[in-house]
């Protein structure tokens, strides 16, 4: 049985947000760290193969949700998989865990990536039939944010390799940015109706504040440090700059900001 850890629902029908499990940053084995863009590039392939399929199920699951009000549960178990899947190889490649993701699109047992999404939710239709257009905003600040990061991703990696594990402020920075890009994912493809949010943590957040219950994930909630929010404030920085510099690369509608944030496209 799971260890119960996390953060405890104040109130009864509070919103549910998707929530991501990443044990403490721990030493990381330099060799894998110096060649692990190289090593994970089989599950890129996959990945890549895998999102034709997806595309395909967050077409038929968009029409199942209007006329269902929720996704049929083949459909969501296939999209929770290849979110979880994403999220995990995502999370290896952002030198956040020295553990190689398994192939699987299930909870795989051991795995210290897990992504919570709640089953058989509620969807509201108005909502669905508007996803694209509401969803603009939050794939803006995604696409910045881990415009940002990638940035500077080559100084982590040189920080990771010299110390031999990611420092604290960089780990929870680099966290809060899986984190909200998972939470755009499962908003993107119907897994969840709550809109992505909080990506400088939990702090002002009372239902994530009180109820907490010691455990080994370090990001449920996810609390950031005065550095990490400056890391998180650096990325947003950089990532609008490197945006305005090529302002050309996105459609005025900001079409292309959505698709480049859809997990594994």
């Known amino acids: 049985m799971e260890p119960h850890y996390g953060t405890v629902p104040l109130f009864p029908g509070a919103e549910a947000l998707p929530e991501l499990d990443i044990p403490q940053p721990g030493r990381q084995n330099r060799l894998s760290v110096l060649v692990r863009l190289l090593l994970l590039l ?32 083949p459909v969501e178990r296939y999209l929770a998989g290849f979110l979880g899947y994403d999220t995990r190889v995502n999370a290896s490649a952002m030198l956040l865990t020295g553990r190689y993701p398994p192939f699987e699109l299930g909870q795989p047992m051991g795995c210290p990536v897990r992504v919570r999404v709640q089953q058989s939710v509620h969807l509201n239709r108005p909502a669905v039939l508007f996803r694209l257009l509401l969803v603009i905003p939050a794939a803006l600040v995604e696409v910045v944010a881990t415009a940002g990061w990638w940035a500077v991703s080559a100084l982590s990696w040189l920080v990771v390799l010299f110390l031999g594990r990611m420092p604290l402020p960089l780990f929870e920075a680099t966290a809060a940015v899986l984190r909200y890009r998972m939470r755009l994912g499962a908003y993107l493809l119907l897994l969840s109706p709550a809109y992505p949010k909080r990506l400088f943590g939990d702090q002002s957040a009372p239902d994530a504040v009180v109820g907490t219950i010691a455990g080994p994930s370090a990001t449920r909630p996810l609390f950031l440090g005065t550095g990490a929010k400056v890391l998180v404030g650096a990325f947003l920085v950089l990532g609008l700059v490197g945006g305005a510099a090529n302002s050309s690369r996105y459609g005025a509608d900001g079409s292309a900001a959505v698709q480049a944030s859809l997990p594994g496209f």
């Open 42 to 73: 089989p599950h890129f392939v996959v990945l890549a193969v895998l999102s034709v399929v997806t595309f395909f199920a967050v077409v038929a699951g968009w029409f199942a949700a209007l006329l269902l009000g929720r996704l049929p549960a």
